[in-house]
């Protein structure tokens, strides 16, 4: 197989890996706010507890598998979203230490300062992923140096921002659908409550962020024209969606989760559909995008780091296996929660 | 005002490398001593050995997680500040980042879980293996990086290819990249550097508790385990950083010149301390054993050693830097290792309890370690300037062209806010739980032989139905 077809797939793997199992996390944090009551509350940063470390590691192992094998996707995307980034960042740090510092002390206000902070981290990491997403399908102003010539202001544009706010959206359904799993009694049914206003607005916004995209980025229909096969991910897409409100109805809480799950797996699938063979687009001139090819380490660097992957993904697997099993079931508090 | 964004970000990279760096030692030492502990408890079924593991799993928690949140800036920022240096080594750099990943990181998290939150989950047997798991994770992440590291230090296994700006390294020989010139030397002493962190803060904790007579019987216990621990890192530490500084010698001469304030090639003193005056080209208010370093490099006293007289000017060093880190660095490996050789020889006499001052000494150790683990890297880290890839890549070349200063001053200001409020409330929360301290519970297998007044809680935490734990009342 051709090694950099290979490597956009395994950072398709990657992404994918990490959209799901952060997606749900950090949506859990965004709708942490909608519950009351601290023990409540306790509860649901309890859900996420064991799990949102191991969770975030995708995208860390994302970064570095981006760095070895598309070093100059890596340089400039990351320059070029220098202040997103480094917000990006701080929201990470935000909401990790959040989880760690709300339950060492019993203090009100400083559970309520960390509550914010949580809710408001997480949801500001959904948020920029999603702008960044948007900014790849619509690409930036990259030059024939390889180096990005817009200012920050240029990473704003409309559809970027409604990206975001669909990231979120779509988050907070997945997270909605987790967490219903994870809690029993008032509050998994106030959770209950949650799923259906969720559910409708990730309709809406899934139609109107594919209009938007076939309105001002036709291209990214290219390789569904050349690769008709892709068509079935689509109509893959399209029933895992309608599977969650069944799932729903019906009382499959798993059903309906695990439906999200695929949803998020399809999305991202698209996403790579539309970008493929690019990593970032330039508006500048389609000839100084950085592509699979011009953006890649070497050959034999593609070829040791393909190895690594598949001496070390059977192991990533295991252990994330192991890690669901040992906390399956329903969150309860005990001494070492948080 | 115009702002240069090299500087900038070389500040931004010392600020939160350093600060990131501040807690991975520990986790790496605190892990090590959580294998002893809990492999004694397996062995010997002492439940005492159980408290002290589950103890400082909760320390290690939050150090850990303040480890994480701030280690994630890292795998970023050299794509952020350092686009030109991560095109340039992408090839090389990046795997090891990758390999990082998937090697150690998701070890690594994946068994924190257990370890943290599965005390009452899984079996013991699978508990100690979680614990075990995690500290080779946090080992595995040390070598990664250290290999990393380690090829800008001495770079192998590799050609350029391109020219000018687009000029970028590629691996030729993976196993020559991995076993470069310096890695297993420096690999060597950072791992011994995080075992005498986890040893000293071990010690440090344990020594105000017998000062405060609170807990006094794990305090000896963890106490001893972490002296030997401390005792035999301590000397193997000076046989790694001799080999070190011997490599460092012959792959970077301009580095040791100096670290050791040696100006004209011939034979070399061994300056106890002092400061190097670049303009005079001598060191002022200095102390020095004459011709000891040619000694130590080369067995004879006359031998030459090169001198920065032989550096071209525009690829010398920074002095002052490396010379006072490297110094401020070796100097406490040396109060290290009196200061466990002396409580190792009072405890053998059994005398070690009661010599108040000591304790207190070891209470306020802790910081030694740190502050050598930092000044280790900032003079390995300027010891390698004008070079970011050592006789590759200069520094000043290397930053991201894209990036206007102002933003990075933005991120710096935000970066210095944010750590310094981390760092407070690390040191408040560790402290916090300190004081808490640890379950007191006795020998034997049988179970937890709760003392007074502690019966009814010590109930409540294993009774799974009990109300306190219903209501949400146990507090971690």
């Known amino acids: ?146 180096e990005f010539q817009g200012s920050l202001l240029d990473l704003l544009g409309p559809y970027p921002l409604a990206v975001g706010a669909f990231a979120v959206i779509a988050s907070a359904m997945h997270g909605s659908l987790y967490l219903y799993l994870k809690t029993e009694g008032e509050l998994q049914e106030h959770v209950g409550r949650l799923r259906w206003p969720a559910f409708g607005l990730f309709l809406v916004g899934f139609m109107g962020i594919t209009i938007a995209t076939l309105v001002r980025n036709p291209e990214a229909l290219a390789n569904f024209e050349r690769y008709p096969i892709a068509w079935v991910v689509v109509a893959f897409t399209v029933l895992a969606i309608a599977n969650i409100p069944r799932g729903i109805v019906k009382g499959r809480a798993g059903q309906a989760f695990l439906s999200s799950c695929a949803t998020i797996v399809g999305l991202v699938f698209n996403f790579g559909m539309a970008l493929f063979p690019n990593l970032v687009v330039s508006s500048i001139d389609p000839a100084y995008s950085l592509t699979i090819r011009n953006a890649a380490s070497s050959e034999s660097t593609l070829a040791i780091m393909r190895n690594i992957a598949f001496l070390g993904m059977p192991f990533v697997l295991t252990y994330t296996v192991i890690v669901y099993w040992v906390f399956r079931g329903k969150t309860t508090l005990d001494d070492f929660s948080y | 005002m115009d702002f240069d964004p090299v500087t900038l970000s070389r500040v931004q990279f010392a600020l939160t490398v350093m600060f990131h760096y501040l807690f991975p030692p520990l986790s790496i030492g605190l892990g090590a001593i959580m294998v002893l502990l809990e492999g004694t408890y397996l062995k010997t079924g002492d439940r005492r050995y159980e408290a002290a593991t589950r103890f400082f799993t909760k320390l290690f928690a939050v150090n850990f997680a303040v480890g994480v949140a701030t280690g994630i800036v890292m795998e970023f920022q050299f794509g952020t500040n350092w686009s030109t240096y991560s095109r340039f080594v992408g090839d090389v750099f990046g795997s090891a980042l990758a390999a990082e990943g998937i090697f150690a990181f998701f070890l690594e998290s994946g068994f924190l879980a257990v370890l943290v939150f599965g005390w009452d989950r899984v079996g013991k047997k699978m508990h100690f293996f979680a614990t075990l798991m995690v500290f080779l994770g946090s080992t595995f992440s040390a070598v990664w990086i250290v290999i990393a590291n380690s090829w800008q230090q001495t770079p192998a296994g590799f050609h350029l290819v391109g020219e000018g700006a687009a000029m970028r390294a590629e691996i030729t020989d993976f196993w020559a990249m991995i076993f470069n010139p310096s890695a297993m030397h420096r690999l060597n002493h950072v791992l011994l550097g995080s075992l005498l962190q986890g040893a000293f803060f071990v010690m440090s904790i344990a020594a105000y508790y017998l000062l405060k007579k609170r807990h006094e019987e794990f305090a000896k216990r963890t106490f001893t385990v972490a002296l030997g621990l401390a005792f035999v890192s301590s000397l193997t530490i000076l046989v790694s950083g001799h080999a070190q500084a011997s490599a460092v010698a012959e792959n970077q001469p301009a580095k040791l010149a100096a670290f050791e304030g040696h100006f004209e090639t011939g034979p070399a003193d061994l300056y106890l301390f002092g400061w190097p005056d670049a303009e005079s080209q001598e060191v002022k208010a200095g102390v020095a054993l004459p011709g000891m370093l040619s000694f130590m490099l080369h067995g004879d006293r006359s031998a030459s050693v090169t001198g920065l007289d032989q550096i071209p000017d525009d690829e010398e060093p920074p002095l002052a830097v490396p010379f006072v880190t490297y110094h401020l660095m070796v100097a406490l490996g040396m ?117 007074e007044g502690q019966i009814e809680v010590a109930a409540d935490v294993r009774d799974p139905a009990s109300p306190r734990r219903l209501a949400g009342l146990e507090d971690s």
């Open chain 1, 1 to 146: 197989m051709d090694l950099h077809v290979f490597w956009f797939g395994m950072l398709g793997i990657l992404a994918a890996g990490y959209a799901v199992l952060d997606g749900f996390d950090l949506g859990v944090g965004i709708l942490h706010p909608t519950v009351k009551g601290d023990h409540e509350r306790r509860l649901v940063i309890n859900s996420i507890g064991p799990l949102w470390d191991g969770n975030e590691v995708w995208l860390v192992t994302f970064g570095g598998a981006l760095f070895a094998a598309f070093p100059e996707a890596y340089a400039t995307f990351l320059s070029a979203f220098y202040l997103p980034v480094m917000i990006l960042l701080f929201a990470l740090i935000g909401r990790a230490v959040s989880i760690e510092f709300r339950s060492k002390q019993k203090a009100g206000f400083w559970r309520t300062y960390w509550d914010h902070s949580f809710a408001f981290s997480s949801m500001m990491v959904v948020f920029l992923f999603g702008v960044a997403a948007g900014n790849t399908i619509e690409g930036i102003p990259i030059g024939a140096d390889k």
């Open chain 2, 335 to 451: 109060f290290f290792i009196a200061i466990t050789s002396l409580a190792l020889f009072l405890r053998w006499r059994g005398t070690l309890w009661d010599k108040r001052w000591l304790l207190w000494t070891f209470v306020f150790a802790v910081v030694g370690p740190y502050i050598a683990n930092q000044t280790g890297w900032v003079s390995a880290e300027v010891g390698r300037q004008p070079w970011v890839v050592y006789g590759l890549l200069r520094t000043e070349d290397a930053a991201s062209p894209s990036v206007p200063g102002e933003q990075i001053l933005v991120s710096i200001v935000l970066f210095s806010i944010i750590y310094t409020a981390l760092g407070a409330l690390w040191v408040f929360v560790m402290n916090y739980k300190i004081k808490h301290g640890p379950e007191d519970v006795g020998e034997g297998p049988e179970g937890p032989k709760p003392q």
